[in-house]
């Protein structure tokens, strides 16, 4: 095919799917309903001269494998070390996670455990990163991918391999106590399991999450999402892609012939295309953008089944001064909860569509390697809060959004003394806001659940597990396609990858 390709959708993946697309010489219009490009990597004003580099912080998860081609230094990306995470706990200092290292009052022997304990995430990161840079291995299609992903597995040897596969299975609660024996240790680690799913670190399969979270971080991008999303979007446009933003697509169009012809946008204007790559989340493109009346019976209940329980909220903070430990080192990024039970007590909440009182905090100071976010003197605070059940009990209200900021607040002042005192102004997104700024289902961050039976060929759904769909021109290029959430460009680059049939 040579025509039109519409992209919807400026985040990330949308992006990177331009990107790619134009780069091989195809004529690709972007269309993003917001002002701004980025979608939940966007940067944003919420207060004055405050600014936050995006609804998610973290970019250690981009897989830098797969969009080396764009050669994104011509349009100002660097990378960088991701920052020293501080765990703090109540009467002490916590500790320090640094790369390979750990710092602070740790149980016996924990160090040396921590140091195994990255040694194999290490070895088994080999056999973790090939699936997550192609395209996942259809089990109802040719061998050979399967054959790969097994002769990876087996280069691992046969103690990592077994041990790799004993681990998938479990939860992180059983995990963690085979390997350390401080609870601060265990609890800081476990946080990254809970990220974009519907459990605590009791539940079974919990484990994979941390594993495949652990096997995938690398180096950061200077600057945060917003310093991604300014090299993408230039790389798609110095190839010849157009970007428009304000334009809110409100139906792709399908001929009779169950192919797609293009996409309406808000108005009335038609943009005609052969192929369609939408980037917003599965149940947005099936359900809302076509409709399930269009949709094959088997597709349209599949769609309905994923699960897009928003359990994620966002508070960010302009402070005067700076966050810093106990020991006055400055805190670019802190975990809180201070044992495993902390963590399964505030997922207890977002069971029972109730708000966590004591939720788990994943906290950024993004203003201290990018001090252009806010006047001197200050720094913004980007605070990923878990958890808050979208489907509240009672319903969100005002009464019940100053909750939620009241207990972030006061759980992260519990290790920042005087931290009530220095807010300039904040911000709080609870799930329904997220889902209502940011056009995703559910206010979920990730675009569905991170769960066993919603990841690799099985996400979004078996029949659009390889980026194209039922519907003839159509494909998939967001977060709910694999790789899976976060800020990677993962999904934007395999889609573009299989559009042109590499």
């Not at 004529?27 to 998610?56: K, M, Q, S, T």
């Not at 302009?318 to 809180?336: C, F, N, W, Y």
């Not at 900021?405 to 329904?432: C, D, F, Y």
Request: aromatic share 6%; glycine share 12%.
């Amino acid at each position: 095919m040579s025509g039109r390709i519409a992209v919807i959708g400026g985040g990330h993946n949308g992006l990177t799917a331009a990107a790619f697309l134009a780069r091989a010489g195809r004529d690709v219009v972007v269309v993003e309903a917001r002002p701004v490009l980025g979608g939940l990597a966007a940067r944003e004003n919420f207060h004055g001269e405050f600014f936050v580099p995006g609804l998610l912080h973290h970019t250690s998860g981009v897989r830098r494998r797969l969009i080396e081609e764009l050669d994104l230094g011509r349009f100002g990306l660097t990378w960088c070390d991701p920052p020293d995470v501080w765990a703090p706990a109540k009467g002490g200092s916590g500790l320090w996670l640094r790369g390979d290292c750990i710092e602070g009052s740790l149980a016996y022997r924990d160090d040396e455990r921590f140091a195994a304990y990255r040694a194999f995430i290490d070895r088994v990161r080999r056999a973790v990163d090939p699936v997550m840079d192609a395209p996942p291995a259809d089990p109802k299609g040719r061998l050979w991918p399967l054959f790969t992903l097994g002769l990876n597995l087996r280069r691992l040897g046969a103690k990592d391999m077994v041990e790799l596969l004993r681990i998938g299975p479990m939860s992180t609660f059983d995990w963690m106590h085979e390997l350390f024996q401080g609870e601060r240790l265990r609890a800081a680690l476990a946080a990254s399991a809970i990220e974009g799913t519907f459990a605590g670190p009791r539940s079974p399969g919990s484990a994979a999450n941390l594993l495949i979270r652990e096997c995938t971080a690398g180096a950061e991008v200077q600057g945060g999402p917003a310093s991604l999303i300014s090299a993408v979007a230039g790389a798609a446009r110095s190839h010849g892609a157009e970007i428009r933003t304000h334009a809110r697509v409100s139906r792709i169009t399908v001929g009779s012939d169950s192919a797609v012809t293009g996409i309406e946008i808000d108005g009335g204007e038609v943009i005609r295309a052969d192929i369609v790559v939408a980037s917003c989340d599965p149940k947005t493109v099936f359900l809302d953008l076509i409709g399930s009346e269009y949709l094959p019976a088997r597709l349209a209940t599949d769609i309905g089944r994923i699960r897009t329980r928003g359990t994620t909220a966002k508070v960010h903070l302009a402070i005067s001064g700076s966050i810093e430990s106990k020991d006055g080192e400055p805190v670019e990024a802190l975990r809180t909860g201070e044992s495993l039970d902390d963590l399964e007590r505030a997922f207890d909440a977002a069971k029972y569509g109730e708000i966590s009182s004591r939720p788990v905090l994943d906290v950024r100071v993004p203003s201290l390697s990018d001090p252009d976010l806010c006047p001197e003197g200050h720094h913004v605070v980007s605070i990923l809060a878990h958890f808050a059940a979208r489907d509240l009990r009672g319903s969100w209200n005002d009464i019940q959004r100053e909750t939620l900021g009241r207990v972030v607040i006061e759980t992260l002042a519990e290790h920042v003394p005087g931290l009530s005192e220095r807010i300039v102004a904040r911000e709080i997104l609870s799930p329904i806001d997220i889902e209502s700024h940011y056009g995703v289902s559910g206010g979920h961050i990730y675009h569905g659940e991170h769960a066993p039976d919603q990841l690799l060929f099985m996400r979004p759904t078996i029949q659009c597990a390889k980026y194209a769909t039922p519907i003839r021109g159509l494909f998939l290029c967001g977060s709910g396609s694999h790789p899976g959430g976060g800020i990677t460009c993962g999904p934007g680059a395999l889609a573009a990858k299989t559009i042109l049939g590499q």
